[in-house]
Structure formats: C-alpha cells, structure tokens
C-alpha cells in the first residue's frame, strides 16, 4: 500500500463508506483495530485517525467494513479473510488470532449481538483448520442463486480406504508449538542441569557398603582381641561355684549370685589343642609379668592354692605340667602333627624369667600320682616364683593378672560381621563406657527416644545403667555378635551379653548371661543405639 491508499482507506473509515477491500487493506486495518505491530500500516491509519481506544465510532465503522468484505450471506469468506489453503500455514494461523481479536463481542460496547454470531463463524472455521489444514475452502464469492443449486443437487460420496497420516504431523506440531519460544534452549539446558543435580544428591545421601557377607566364626581372632586400644588378653571368669550351687544362685531376672567360699576350685583347660604363634607369645608374656609381678598376699593364696593341690592328691608341680600341656603321641588327623610340641610351663618361664629350674625328669612320666616331700620342701623354699608356676596352663583362653592395668580386666569382645564397621566402633565405646562406669559416655550413644525392652525415653535406660553402676565396684562386660542385617536405614545385631558385677576384691559377685537385639539408626552427625530388647538365654 502507498501513501494515497492509506490515505482513501482512513477517509472511508472515518465517513463509514462500504467497499471491497483487498489484502493488504485488511491487513491494515486488522492490524489498526487489534494494535497488532506486527503490520507495518497501523502506525500510518494510527496517525491518520487517531488510536482506536479513543474513537469506538470509528472502530465500529472499520468492523462493518471488514464484515462486508468477509461475509456474504452470513457466510466466511476465507478467501477473502487471507485464511484459505493457498496460505501459508503460519501465516493463516496469525490472521485467525487477529479475526478472533477484531470480532470479539467486547470489542464494541452495545454491538455484542451480531459481533457473536461473526465470531461464531470464525471459531467454526478455525476448528476446522486446526482439524485439518489442507481442507478445501471456499475460494470464490458465490453467486446468486449457486448456493441453492448446490445443496440441492447430489450429496459428495463418502470417503472410503483408510485414513492416511499426514507425514510430518509430529514435526510440524512441535514447530508450531516450540518453534516461537525464544527460551527453549535455556529451558532444555535448565531442565538437564536439574536432573543431574538430583542424581548426584541421591548419590551423596546414599549409605554406605553394606556389611561383608562372610562366614561368622564365633571363635573370637586374636588379631580382633589386639584391634582395640585397650587390649589385653581375654579373660575367662572362673566359677566358684559346683554345678548344683550355680543352678540353686541363679534368680529369675537372670542374674548368678556367688557366695564367699573359703577354697578355690580349679577348673579343668578348656582344651589342650596347640595354640597358634599370636596366642603362645601373648600367653609366653603374661605369664612372665605374671612371675615378675606376684608378691606378699599373693604369693601366699598361690602357695595355699598349690598345698590344698597336693593334699587332694595331686601330682608334683612338674609333673602337673607334663601331663597338661605335653601334646599327645597319637599323630593327629587335621595337618598339625608336624608342628613343634608346645613346651611345659617350666621351661618357659626358664626361657623368659631367666631363673634356673630343672627340666622335668623322665621318671614323672612313670611316677605314682602321690605326694612327694622333697619337691614340696623345695617348691615352698622357693616361693612367689615357682608357686606360681603351680597353676595348670589354660590355652588358648588366657587370664592376665589385674594389677597390671590398675583395674579389672575387660570382658571379651567379638564383633564378628562388624569387625570394620561403625556398628562395631560403637560397641567398643559401648563396652569401655559401660567397664569404667562413665554414665554421660554410656548415654551419649543412645538417640534421643531409646527404647528399652517394653520402656520408651532415656529416664527409663539412665535408671538402669545408675543402678548397675551403685551396685558394684566394678564391672566387666562381654559380648558376641552373631548376626547383622540391614532394615531399611537401621541395623539390627544380634549378640549375646555377660554382665559381671565385680566386689572389691575384683572377683564376680553377681553375673547375667543375656541374648540381646540391638538397633542402629543413622542421625544427623553420628550412628545412635536406638533400641536394646534383652531375653534369657533359655527363653
């Protein structure tokens, strides 16, 4: 359009003189009633008639000017419209949107009845391009008469074979509904820096390996005994008491009460089977400390411990030390009959304490199991040294002397499964809490609502711990993993427990043997015991 169009154009908008008009004045003018600045002729109608807010007289007229070039007999021309097939698909797209703008019924205050029904016809139209693109439209104005002649003759046949997809439906679709979208880019990219973020969080907020699927041995490994910091030999507490006065002891809650006795029962080895190298160094060295340390009261109970031996009728102190630790004759069945025998009590404290006592005879392998004066004299001349070479060798299991640490040995720890885990660093701290009767350290590895058997906070558990702590002078714990699994965030080890209350003299007054199930759970800065429920052994 050149200037003196525009010019013709805003005069008959402005008188509301009715004529047809082409394309590019229905651009124009489309673009002048919608304020679209997309047409490059709003601005020159803008200057000529002013802005269409103001002037609704004047927008009134330009509408009737577009519905006589647009409709004839109330039907759309979409020829004439610039929405037909010969059209390109985003440009008949475009021009649906400003019809729909132009003829909206609030376009016009008070002319809402027929700007509905043009509207109507438009929505109509553009279902049906949005239906389908490639319909047919009606390119010519009709003439009179055509209209009649047509529906009244024969009906179009219907479509037979199959409905065949328009190839690139998919593409297209995604062009039209992407292709404006500046920021699509930035969104992809946004979208993927998002989805990682949230595989490296799940990453980061995972737990760690589970526990090793080993085979459990409940025999506890001296490199699991020398693993912690206060390690000293494990300790077998001896029971003082016959079978039937330890069934008559024990009460209901599970606890075994001993009674003072005035004599000491020495129980029989455990078994005499041939150490390994960790165990003979580890027994070879207590037992020298224990020579070295041993004086007044003690060497007196160990020299009464070896006379109330000798006067039952047992053999000389040598000879009590062939029998029970020389291996046997017999060649043994699983592969350690080539080991070296393992030498007699005397000889290694010969090897270790540097004192010079004899080899034992040949003769004790035949001698008669009575009492002989002569080595009793010289056992009691001697005195704190070989009375405490009297005492029967115990391996593998080994009872260190209690005066070395200052306190009470420590009960056996066998962690099993959890050996390198967190579960087991919490139950060394457990167990050294609970020893040195340190009640803050016991309830600092608890969460904040433990639960106790049937019995929910930490009142109930701090009670407990008190109670066994005023009730004794010491204390000794042991403990047995047997088993650990895994339950959902929480750990759930099984172990057995031995509690023994110790009197001042350092010996049990009281022990319980319980089976006990505890829960871990993961907290915000550290693994916290959550539950402990304890049952009997018999139950």
């Known amino acids: 359009?050149?200037?003196?169009?525009?010019?013709?154009?805003?005069?008959?908008?402005?008188?509301?003189?009715?004529?047809?008009?082409?394309?590019?004045?229905?651009?124009?003018?489309?673009?002048?009633?919608?304020?679209?600045?997309?047409?490059?002729?709003?601005?020159?109608?803008?200057?000529?008639?002013?802005?269409?807010?103001?002037?609704?007289?004047?927008?009134?007229?330009?509408?009737?000017?577009?519905?006589?070039?647009?409709?004839?007999?109330?039907?759309?021309?979409?020829?004439?419209?610039?929405?037909?097939?010969?059209?390109?698909?985003?440009?008949?797209?475009?021009?649906?949107?400003?019809?729909?703008?132009?003829?909206?019924?609030?376009?016009?205050?008070?002319?809402?009845?027929?700007?509905?029904?043009?509207?109507?016809a438009i929505i109509q139209a553009y279902q049906v391009f949005k239906r389908n693109p490639d319909a047919e439209t009606e390119e010519a104005r009709p003439e009179a008469g055509a209209h009649h002649a047509h529906s009244q003759g024969g009906r179009t046949p219907p479509h037979r074979g199959p409905i065949k997809h328009r190839e690139g439906s998919l593409a297209m679709f995604l062009r039209q509904r992407f292709g404006g979208d500046?920021?699509?880019?930035?969104?992809?990219?946004?979208?993927?820096?998002?989805?990682?973020?949230?595989?490296?969080?799940?990453?980061?907020?995972?737990?760690?390996?589970?526990?090793?699927?080993?085979?459990?041995?409940?025999?506890?490994?001296?490199?699991?005994?020398?693993?912690?910091?206060?390690?000293?030999?494990?300790?077998?507490?001896?029971?003082?008491?016959?079978?039937?006065?330890?069934?008559?002891?024990?009460?209901?809650?599970?606890?075994?009460?001993?009674?003072?006795?005035?004599?000491?029962?020495?129980?029989?080895?455990?078994?005499?089977?041939?150490?390994?190298?960790?165990?003979?160094?580890?027994?070879t060295t207590m037992?020298?400390?224990?020579?070295?340390?041993?004086?007044?009261?003690?060497?007196?109970?160990?020299?009464?411990?070896?006379?109330?031996?000798?006067?039952?009728?047992?053999?000389?102190?040598?000879?009590?030390?062939?029998?029970?630790?020389?291996?046997?004759?017999?060649?043994?069945?699983?592969?350690?009959?080539?080991?070296?025998?393992?030498?007699?009590?005397?000889?290694?404290?010969?090897?270790?304490?540097?004192?010079?006592?004899?080899?034992?005879?040949?003769?004790?392998?035949?001698?008669?199991p009575g009492p002989d004066p002569a080595r009793r004299q010289a056992s009691n001349a001697r005195g704190d040294s070989n009375a405490s070479a009297t005492r029967p060798a115990r391996a593998p299991v080994i009872e260190p002397s209690s005066s070395r640490g200052g306190g009470p040995p420590p009960g056996q720890l066998s962690l099993g499964p959890v050996m390198r885990h967190r579960v087991g660093e919490l139950l060394q701290s457990y167990q050294r809490a609970f020893e040195t009767g340190d009640l803050e350290g016991v309830m600092g590895l608890f969460g904040d609502q433990p639960r106790l058997d049937r019995q929910s906070g930490r009142a109930p558990l701090e009670h407990y711990f008190t109670t066994l702590f005023e009730a004794s002078d010491g204390r000794r714990l042991s403990l047995q993993v047997h088993s650990a699994e895994r339950d959902g965030n929480d750990w759930i080890v099984r172990a057995s427990q031995r509690i023994e209350l110790l009197n001042g003299a350092g010996t049990a007054s009281r022990v319980q043997n319980l089976d006990v199930l505890f829960q871990f759970a993961p907290s915000p800065f550290a693994l916290k015991i959550t539950a402990i429920q304890a049952q009997n052994p018999a139950n």
């Open 287 to 368: 037992r020298s400390s224990a020579v070295d340390d041993s004086a007044g009261p003690q060497s007196s109970s160990l020299a009464s411990v070896t006379t109330s031996a000798q006067e039952r009728g047992a053999g000389p102190p040598a000879a009590i030390d062939s029998e029970r630790v020389e291996p046997s004759p017999v060649p043994r069945q699983n592969g350690l009959a080539n080991e070296a025998p393992i030498p007699s009590r005397s000889e290694r404290l010969q090897s270790n304490t540097g004192q010079g006592s004899a080899p034992p005879s040949a003769s004790n392998e035949g001698s008669e």
């Open 1 to 120: 359009m050149n200037e003196i169009s525009i010019i013709r154009l805003a005069e008959s908008i402005a008188e509301g003189e009715l004529y047809e008009l082409n394309q590019a004045e229905v651009s124009a003018v489309l673009g002048w009633v919608t304020r679209s600045k997309s047409n490059e002729h709003r601005q020159a109608l803008e200057q000529a008639l002013g802005s269409v807010d103001t002037q609704p007289e004047l927008a009134l007229n330009a509408l009737r000017i577009l519905e006589h070039s647009l409709f004839f007999n109330d039907v759309f021309q979409q020829g004439k419209a610039g929405v037909s097939s010969e059209f390109e698909h985003d440009a008949r797209r475009r021009r649906y949107r400003l019809l729909l703008s132009a003829f909206h019924p609030d376009r016009v205050p008070g002319e809402d009845g027929w700007l509905t029904q043009r509207s109507q």
């Open 182 to 283: 500046r920021w699509l880019a930035h969104k992809l990219i946004g979208g993927l820096v998002l989805l990682l973020g949230l595989a490296v969080i799940s990453v980061l907020l995972s737990e760690p390996a589970t526990l090793p699927e080993t085979a459990f041995d409940p025999r506890p490994s001296p490199r699991s005994v020398e693993s912690r910091p206060d390690a000293q030999p494990a300790t077998t507490a001896v029971n003082n008491e016959t079978p039937e006065r330890s069934a008559g002891a024990e009460g209901g809650d599970g606890w075994i009460r001993s009674e003072p006795q005035t004599g000491i029962e020495e129980e029989e080895p455990a078994s005499i089977e041939p150490a390994d190298a960790t165990t003979r160094v580890a027994s």
